[in-house]
């Protein structure tokens, strides 16, 4: 099955954005539902935090336990219980991945 494409144009689609549609909103992407979201606010799950520091899941965990630096997980639920869902604030990912870049002169943690 192809996925559709999120098409550029002047006019902002109408209706929610499926989760489809927010999946396809990278950074650096070239459409202007892109400009609609705002990275303060816009939650991300696991895959597109993977997707977007290049590591891999049992890392994450790891960063999250040691590297005070590493963004916090925001819960989606009132569960406490193992595998609640939580998501990751975008802008706060995205800062993280620029320092990582900016330190990579310096020894890597």
Same mark, same amino acid.
């Not at 070239?30 to 696991?46: E, F, G, H, K, Q």
């Given at each position: 099955?192809?996925?559709? /494409?999120?098409?550029?144009? /002047?006019?902002? $689609?109408?209706?929610? #954005?499926? %989760?489809?549609?927010?999946?396809? @909103?990278?950074?650096? %992407? /070239?459409?202007?539902? %892109?400009?609609? @979201? +705002? $990275?303060?606010?816009?939650?991300?799950?696991?895959? +597109?935090?993977? *997707?977007?520091?290049? @590591?891999?899941? *049992?890392?994450?965990?790891?960063? #999250?336990?040691? +590297?005070?630096?590493?963004?916090?997980?925001? $819960? #989606?639920?009132? /569960?406490? *219980?193992?595998?609640? $869902?939580?998501?990751?604030?975008? *802008?706060?990912?995205?800062?993280?991945?620029?320092?990582?870049?900016?330190?990579?002169?310096?020894?890597?943690?």
């Amino acid at each position: 099955m192809v996925k559709p /494409s999120v098409k550029a144009s /002047s006019a902002v $689609p109408a209706g929610p #954005l499926s %989760a489809e549609k927010v999946r396809e @909103l990278r950074p650096g %992407a /070239s459409n202007t539902v %892109a400009t609609v @979201l +705002d $990275p303060a606010v816009t939650l991300i799950r696991m895959p +597109d935090l993977l *997707a977007l520091t290049g @590591l891999q899941r *049992a890392t994450v965990y790891k960063r #999250l336990k040691d +590297d005070p630096t590493f963004p916090r997980p925001v $819960p #989606l639920s009132a /569960s406490t *219980a193992r595998g609640a $869902p939580v998501a990751f604030v975008l *802008a706060e990912v995205q800062a993280w991945v620029r320092a990582r870049i900016a330190s990579r002169g310096e020894a890597a943690a």
